[in-house]
T-cell receptor, first 113, second 115 residues
């Protein structure tokens, strides 16, 4: 299957700092998605990007769909303790009647006071 | 309340003993899928279903079966579980408008251990 390289694997930051993480792929996607997973729960969608070059914000979160359709980044501004969790990127490829979602390996975020 | 439910949440079993993990959604979604999550590998898609009686393989389908006889249910079947299927499993569902994919709702997860 397709491979998504997500970096960094983990981050330890102080409250108030900005965070940046990214994903790159060897092939293109129609859609890029960013999820957050908290312990004991399933992933929750944060931001969806549907067009190359698209820049979308959701509160303190900003994400962009790369022009080449092979990459995306997520920024979190002014981090707070509840931002702790694992963040996953995911690329979706829709072709005819098929729809496949490929996830990155995740970025574990720790926020210290 | 819109939700995806999975049962059981935790299961310990032995090699070769057939098991089924159920998944049900109450949102009338067409699209459902199963993932497994393993440390360092993220979530990998096992099978997905675009609608009733329409299923297709994801990236890691070996050792698994699925069925979609009703819109709301999408059970995951392990005919002969092996220790390498020890993992955390998630079911997910979403609507699909043909152009963009709507929000995918994930279930709470099923932690399976195969001894």
């Amino acid at each position: 299957g397709q491979q998504l390289n997500q970096s960094p694997q983990s981050m330890f930051i102080q409250e108030g700092e900005d965070v940046s993480m990214n994903c790159t792929s060897s092939s293109i996607f129609n859609t890029w998605l960013w999820y957050k997973q908290e312990p004991g729960e399933g992933p929750v969608l944060l931001i969806a990007l549907y067009k190359a070059g698209e820049l979308t914000s959701n509160g303190r979160l900003t994400a962009q769909f790369g022009i080449t359709r092979k990459d995306s980044f997520l920024n979190i501004s002014a981090s707070i303790p509840s931002d702790v969790g694992i963040y996953f990127c995911a690329g979706q490829l829709v072709t005819g009647t098929a729809s496949k979602l490929t996830f990155g390996t995740g970025t574990r975020l720790q926020v210290t006071l | 309340e819109a939700q995806v439910t999975q049962n059981p949440r935790y299961l310990i079993t032995v090699t070769g003993k057939k098991l089924t993990v159920t998944c049900s959604q109450n949102m009338n979604h067409e699209y459902m899928s199963w993932y497994r999550q393993d440390p360092g590998l993220g979530l990998r898609q096992i099978y997905y279903s675009m609608n009733v009686e329409v299923t297709d393989k994801g990236d890691v389908p070996e050792g698994y079966k699925v069925s979609r006889k009703e819109k709301r249910n999408f059970p995951l079947i392990l005919e002969s579980p092996s220790p390498n299927q020890t993992s955390l499993y998630f079911c997910a569902s979403s609507a699909r408008d043909g152009v963009n994919t709507d929000t995918q709702y994930f279930g709470p997860g099923t932690r399976l251990t195969v001894l």
